[in-house]
């Protein structure tokens, strides 16, 4: 069965902090990895997608990475702020009809 | 801008009662997904379509129909709500199917008691 993991389930740093939020994936055989964010109440906001051929993607303080082989993907927030604070999901294409969502990760970044 | 909107953004019903709700996007995307969100489960997806007068099912559609009659609108409805439909409802839209970037709207939120 294919599955998405994110751990841990919630994650509570001080300002500044860099983090890493991890996602693994049960089937090395996939099509491409988003990271969203969600604030609560709200929809999800893409950040960043990669495809099976990329090693990671950059977005200002953000960087996703891809390893396929060991099925995990790794969203780097430098310099962490207040309004990070969200919960991150990842999301894995295991085809072109089959996306699976990560129950995610609740970040609180304090002051 | 082009936007994804959902309505009502609450609702309340009773169980028995059949609830559609409603989802309009401006980015004249083909591919529109309805997803619910629960505690434990991440979202898991419930119908989608390709294009007008194309759906399909997902992972949880029993209890649920989408029909597909223009571009911008798929409503999602609950033939007779159950308790167990109480959720939180996304819908989203994407350019390039379920692999491409998917933008959602901010959700419905269904009580069914």
């Known amino acids: 069965k294919q599955e998405v993991t994110q751990i841990p389930a919630a994650l509570s740093v001080p300002e500044g902090e860099n983090l890493v939020l991890n996602c693994s994936f049960t089937?090395?055989?996939?099509?491409?990895l988003q990271w969203f964010r969600q604030d609560p109440g709200k929809g999800l906001t893409s950040l960043l997608l990669i495809q099976s051929s990329q090693r990671e993607q950059t977005s200002g303080r953000l960087n996703a990475s891809l390893d396929k082989s060991s099925g995990r993907s790794t969203l780097y927030i430098a310099a962490s702020q207040p309004g990070d604070s969200a919960t991150y999901l990842c999301a894995v294409s295991f085809g072109t009809d089959k996306l699976i969502f990560g129950t995610g990760t609740r970040l609180q970044v304090f002051p | 801008d082009a936007e994804i909107t959902q309505s009502p953004r609450h609702k309340i019903t009773e169980t028995g009662r059949q609830v559609t709700l409603a989802c309009h996007q401006t980015w004249n995307h083909n591919n529109m997904f309805w997803y619910r969100q629960d505690l434990g489960h991440g979202l898991r997806l419930i119908h989608y379509?390709?294009?007008?007068?194309?759906?399909n099912k997902g992972e949880v559609s029993d209890g649920y129909s989408v029909s597909r009659s223009n571009t911008e609108d798929l409503p999602l409805t609950l033939e007779s709500a159950a308790s167990s439909q109480t959720s939180v409802y996304f819908c989203a839209s994407s350019s390039t199917g379920s692999t491409g970037e998917l933008f959602f709207g901010e959700g419905s939120r269904l009580t069914v008691l």
């Open positions: 089937d090395s055989a996939i099509y491409n």
């Open positions: 379509s390709y294009g007008v007068q194309d759906t």
